[in-house]
């Protein structure tokens, strides 16, 4: 509310400025931009990308409640050696939330350049975790530790698939980020950069949940 | 500022003008607020016709029925019904009409924005629940028919496939893939919903002067956004253990039409119970608290006062939100769980009777001395007000585990949860279709027909569902098909008789409404005033149906909160939200023009 009230409707609106009272979305861009976007939509897009890992997270708790609960209840739970794979497949994994936010910071200094790259780098790395998660259900597989051989293999298809499921969606929204034409949008790439690098940090974070729930949780 | 309040910015996408943008593939919220509600009207008139075939085998058993090979319905065939007119019901018409459908047209219009955050997100959630009605429906088209498991669909029934009876092989797997995408689809909208509300708020929507039709759809929204991905998780493991061997759900040692079952063994049961009903009670509040907010809505408009105790009405919505994720328990008092945790559940689910009352008092107390206008939307206004109480009080009794115990498995758990969830939300979307038809299409619906409508509805749910809990007490077992034969209930029979008539007649009434729906839609009086009803919402300052931005792209600004009625020295006997102070004072705008109210 800057500068000074010169209409009834802007000095009710001084005197009740109405806590929270939306801004939005026509409050149009940054006048002194003139690039279109809406602070409204940026805000927006992490408030949205907010209450999606919301839902996920409900999602992969039901799934961890039901570990817990079918590992206690009954006596059939055999616990298996973890393949070694998936520590080095942790490392990469947390390697990408660096080289993601590297990215984010160079695009908010306008080095475009490297933003590609590491844009580029996270997804490959992305890419390679999941190869490597493909790996240790392979490992399993020589083992004869199918899906359905134990409740506790079952747990581990099911969770790694389903994470792996959601990181794939996060490489397909890195790729959105970078392929897609910005012109003209309401948020911009550097909003668009900035919720897929929430959701990716959600998804490292939430991996490292999972591994600690199936080694400790064994 | 005042160049705020003016300015004309283009829509965040701009008008289509093919067909086929317009109005299949739409991304406008209102077009794709009337697909959600016409979807759920097909889905109320499908979920009716199933509980009428039910209704007439029930009493006369040995009569012949459509749609039944051989002529005779058999006991499957009537758990078919049963699963699909629950399933349909509760997802396709409760889920979907007074959230999906009314807020999604109202949600933005109601706190001034032009449309919801995600747009394109919006259209695909609609595509994604149509698609789960889909691939549901289709059940009834597969080898075996649709499932019989019931709309619970409690393992190990619903996951040892056709070995457990017809319906439970390809049927049964598309129930599950449908309600899995029905999920996905209400998340979507889930975080559309609240996101929009967060942030698109016109400039003084503060949260405390946001309509409580908004409140209730937000508060709706997030418990949806919490419920829906425990479902999903468990339609996920229910799907594996049907079709990939896995033991999530299934115990070992089972034996079925004489077979023993070798290749589950250790699963729970309960467990299923329990990540069901997690999201199973919080979505019975996802039906009902729609119908709240219309209501609470309706009755301070057509009293012409300020809605009693505002805020009391969102803290009483979020308790009821709140405490609706910690009593799923109490729907498996018989599951041989512990007395303690029954009692905390019992205890937490007789604690939602506080809110509950609240709310309901303050309906009471916005009537009290009100200048009632008897419309066809307030009747059912007040029509909810009545079920939300009758219903509701049932369920003071089922919460205590020992009246369960005896009560659980029998007609007065059907009569509970119809008259609060089924009924109450029914007569919630009625009042918001009367009400908001002709800010939806341009023209009235027909108040007469709505009247007789009405009280054919209103007496009728009741002859069907009163009686219902004295079969129950007198130990009427439900979901049976047929025990026309069993000498301790051959007593009972003339209820059920007249329980099966009662539907007929409310059935048939709601052809009246169809016709008047289909009717007005075309020949129906012109709605050629903005605000008819003389409400104060924001919806009502712009004309009907909304241009495609709602608002021109004329920002409203919101001075007031909206449920100013009988505002003492006022020029008129409510104030819209959007006038400003010296219109509301004067009643004249700036030019000196008469301000139209």
């Not at chain 2, 729907?331 to 905390?344: L, T, V």
Request: proline share 5%; hydrophobic share 50%; charged share 10%.
């Amino acid at each position: 509310m800057p500068g000074v009230a010169t209409t009834t409707e802007e000095i009710e609106l001084q005197i009740d400025p109405g806590r929270g009272g939306g801004a939005a979305i026509r409050d149009g861009g940054d006048p002194g931009r003139g690039d279109g976007q809406s602070p409204a939509y940026q805000r927006a897009s992490i408030t949205g990308i907010t209450l999606a890992l919301g839902g996920i997270l409900m999602f992969f708790l039901a799934l961890t409640s039901s570990y817990i609960v079918r590992r206690g209840v009954t006596t059939d739970w055999q616990a298996f050696p973890l393949p070694r794979v998936l520590w080095a497949n942790t490392a990469v994994l947390l390697l990408s939330s660096f080289t993601i936010e590297m990215a984010r910071r160079a695009l908010g200094r306008g080095a475009v350049a490297a933003f590609r790259n590491l844009w580029a780098l996270t997804s490959g790395l992305g890419l390679i975790f999941v190869g490597g998660q493909l790996l240790a259900w392979r490992e399993l597989r020589a083992e004869g530790v199918f899906l359905s051989t134990n409740p506790s293999s079952s747990f581990f298809y099911v969770l790694t698939a389903l994470h792996g499921l959601h990181l794939l969606g996060g490489i397909v929204a890195l790729a959105y980020v970078a392929l897609r034409s910005w012109q003209g949008s309401k948020v911009g790439r550097a909003t668009g950069a900035e919720v897929a690098a929430i959701y990716w940090h959600f998804m490292d974070g939430l991996w490292v949940f999972l591994l600690l729930l199936l080694t400790l949780g064994r | 500022m005042a160049s705020h309040a003016e300015a004309v910015h283009a829509h965040v996408h701009s008008a289509p003008t093919g067909f086929i943008r317009k109005y299949i593939f739409s991304l406008d919220h209102k077009v794709i607020g009337i697909q959600y509600y016409f979807l759920a009207l097909f889905s109320v008139f499908l979920g009716m016709s199933l509980s009428l075939l039910m209704r007439i085998h029930l009493v006369w058993p040995a009569i012949h029925l459509p749609f039944t090979p051989g002529g005779q319905m058999t006991p499957e065939q009537y758990l078919a019904l049963l699963t699909m007119h629950g399933t349909i019901m509760v997802f396709m018409v409760l889920t979907t009409a007074p959230q999906s459908g009314f807020g999604n047209y109202f949600l933005p219009i109601q706190i001034g924005a032009e449309d919801m955050a995600f747009p394109v997100l919006n259209m695909l959630s609609f595509w994604t629940t149509f698609v789960s009605l889909v691939v549901m429906v289709a059940a009834f088209f597969v080898s075996g028919g649709a499932p019989i498991g019931g709309w619970t669909s409690y393992p190990p029934l619903s996951a040892l496939g056709e070995i457990v009876g017809p319906g439970q092989g390809a049927g049964q797997t598309l129930w599950i893939v449908g309600l899995a995408i029905f999920c996905a689809a209400s998340l979507l909208g889930a975080i559309n919903f609240i996101t929009t509300t967060i942030d698109l708020r016109a400039k003084g929507m503060t949260l405390m002067r946001m309509p409580l039709t908004v409140w209730a759809w937000l508060i709706t929204a997030v418990l949806g956004l919490l419920a829906f991905g425990v479902l999903l998780a468990a339609c996920a493991l229910l799907l594996l253990d049907r079709t990939a061997g896995t033991s999530f759900f299934v115990p070992g040692g089972l034996v079925v039409t004489d077979q023993v079952i070798t290749w589950h063994k250790g699963g729970s049961p309960i467990l299923w119970q329990h990540l069901f009903w997690f999201f199973g009670h919080p979505e019975v509040y996802i039906a009902i608290l729609p119908g709240m907010g219309v209501a609470s809505h309706l009755l301070s408009t057509f009293s012409r006062k300020p809605i009693f105790g505002y805020r009391a009405m969102v803290y009483a919505m979020l308790s009821i939100g709140f405490l609706g994720f910690t009593v799923w328990g109490h729907h498996m008092f018989i599951s041989g769980m512990s007395p303690y945790s029954a009692f905390a559940f019992s205890m937490l689910t007789m604690s939602i009777g506080v809110p509950s009352a609240i709310k309901t008092f303050n309906w009471l107390g916005t009537l009290w001395g009100g200048q009632i206008r008897f419309t066809t939307s307030m009747l059912f206004a007040l029509g909810f007000v009545s079920l939300f109480v009758s219903g509701g009080l049932s369920g003071l009794f089922l919460a205590q585990p020992a009246i369960d115990l005896a009560l659980h498995d029998t007609y007065f758990v059907v009569a509970h949860f119809h008259l609060i969830m089924g009924v109450a939300a029914i007569f919630g979307i009625f009042a918001a279709t009367y009400f908001w038809f002709p800010k939806m299409f341009g023209r009235f619906l027909n108040e007469g027909i709505g009247k007789v409508h009405f009280w054919l509805t209103f007496i009728g749910v009741y002859c069907i569902f009163m009686p219902m809990h004295f079969l129950g007490i007198a130990g009427h077992p439900r979901r049976y098909a047929d025990l026309t034969g069993v000498q301790y209930l051959s007593s009972l029979i003339p209820v059920q008789r007249f329980i099966s008539i009662a539907a007929f007649i409310t059935i048939g009434s709601q052809l009246l409404f169809l016709f008047n729906f289909l009717w007005s839609l075309w020949g129906g009086k012109k709605a050629t005033e903005m605000n008819p009803w003389e409400a104060t919402t924001l919806e009502w300052s712009i004309p009907s149906p909304p241009p495609f931005d709602n608002f021109a792209g004329h920002v409203p600004t919101v001075y007031r909160g909206p449920y100013e009625f009988a505002v003492p020295g006022a020029p008129h006997d409510y104030i819209p939200q959007n006038l400003t102070p010296a219109e509301a004072a004067t009643g004249l705008t700036a030019s000196g023009a008469p301000v139209k109210a």
